[in-house]
């Protein structure tokens, strides 16, 4: 039987919510199956990856620490995957962040620099701006694809990385190991809840979401940037600026991740070290795709990662699962949301043989 | 051997898998698609080689396991990109992640294990030149048969009526889909051959290369065969000679002595992606609109 799919004129709203959802539940029948074929116990691997994490105070504080960069850097991106500009590269952009703020605890390791943690996330804001900013500069000017540019850049980022742990910021007392000194106490976060690690990003990031629901259901910067990925051709003729789109797309995803490397380093880190290349930046584009690219949607995505990746940590120990186990996951949930999410743009026609 | 020596036999076999990856890819982007799920393929295409030969001791039965398996990654994405229409990036991206979290999965108890690798081969009259003899004609059997493909490769897309059809999907799919070309059937073809090449290339880095399992050894390779089919501007020649360049900067370190330079060698690792970025200013025209 042959079937042809037809792009429904509005988006089904029951379908908003039931994709996700149903591609959550796809995905941990196909994670039982798989950790059941490899042996392991798998009613305790999911329990521990989904259940643990909320069974003590601890644990759902770290989720919240995870979810701080993940939300911030989806939000950002999410903003440019709605105008069709395709940021790969967070993850250069959260280590070139990262990089920038940390320039000022390695030059003045005494804590002597006023105003250093303002001026650390300020740094690394700017940093990732500018990174992210030279795709859109050779996108705009030259026609080179964002997809691939910021992909090498967060490549070529790794590698500077590399270079300054291994070379002139290596903490002189550090053990030879690829690291910076630790950062002095007015270079750190405030944490937010006495007793955990998680601090005020989780505030910019909640603040972002703000921002980035008003902006983009609100404004007409938003309906610009929405109509530019819906219908490029009727945003042409609207006569919305193009390479605004790309500039604004690109400019925002780096500044969150930007401002989300420098959290990281004044936060959980508190020190330059390799570690930070972790892959938010590419978890942060599923964040962004399950979350529907939605602001609100984003919230519940990005919790529902973190919850997974503080799940894992524990199901290492409990179910022994591999970390990979983690990726696994991830990658199904992308994968399954991608093929539910055809509920919401399509609706299925058989093809009917016409009665003679 | 010296630092010269060294590079000359060591190039090639560095270069395959980037060779091998880019290929498929390439016939992947010639119709249309972009795939950038390279990485996780060949992580996947890597492990289940090596089991595959940690248990059987055949590389023959290694190297089809792995390119079955990159294969069957490969219509995961298929199913999202051709079948239910799903944006590319994400959908590379999803089995990008898949590839490699699976590949660590499969691979958590062979880690450190170590198999044979496969014998370089004299091949007589070959091996007696000086020089390139002893070190650049003498590898193994896959490096060969990598060579003899890449060609019959530049054959089918350059000389025959298949690589037509391929470029004209790629092209134009909708005038290829008016005059009754099967376009999905294309596509379909094209992307289970970059997954099942992306397997070969993984088989070869995993149980050639470097015969010992170490979680996250395929260490960015696809990447750069992604940057790589840039690099080639999508023509096998000039992909398969980025490969070598690739390879021997893949050497880092190594090539840096060799060619006694004094750079870090982060600068040589970043030199890949620098020269993509470049290729990509140089080749983008500047469209009518940028949507």
Redesign the interface.
Known sequence: MKFRLIRRDTASRLAMFTAPVLALVFTCVASLVLFAALGKDAGAALYALLLKPFLSWYSFSEVLLKMAPLLLIAQGLAIGFRANVFNIGAEGQFIVGALCASALPVYFPDGDFPLMLPAMIAFGALGGTVYALIAAALRTRFGASEILVTLMMALIAVQILNYLLLGPWKDPRGFNFPQTVMFPDNAMLPILFDGTRTNISLIFSLLASVFAYLMMQHHFRGYQLRTAGLAPRAALYAGFSASRMVWLGLGLGGLAAGIAGASEVAGPLGQLQRSVTSGYGYAAIIVAYVGGLNPLGIIASSFLISVIYIGGDNATVSAGLPVAAVEVFQGLLLFFYLLTFTLIRFRIEFDRKVPA | MSGLEFLLAGTLAASLPLLLAALGEMVVEKTGL?N?GLE?MMAIGAAIAFICVFHTGSHTLGFAAAALISTVVAM?FA??VIG????E???G??????????????G?SYESRTISGLPKIDIPGLSDIPLIGPTLLTQDIVVWLAVLGSIALWWVLNRTKLGLIIAAVGENADAARSIGYPVVLIRLCAVAFGGAMCGLAGAYASTVYTPLWA?GMIA?RG?IA??LV?FGTWQTGRVAFGALLFGILSLGELTAQAMGVGL?S??L??LP??V??LM??VI????S???
Not at chain 2, 84 to 87: E, P, S, Y
Not at chain 2, 93 to 106: E, K, P, Q, T, W
């Open positions: 972009l950038l996780g995961f199913i999202l239910v229409k799903a944006n990036v994400a959908a991206l999803a089995i990008g992640v898949l590839g490699l979290g699976l590949s660590a999965l499969f958590k979680d960015g990447w992604l940057a840039v870090p982060q600068v690792s970043s992606y620098l993509t970025i990509l200013v983008s025209r500047r469209r609109g940028l949507f």
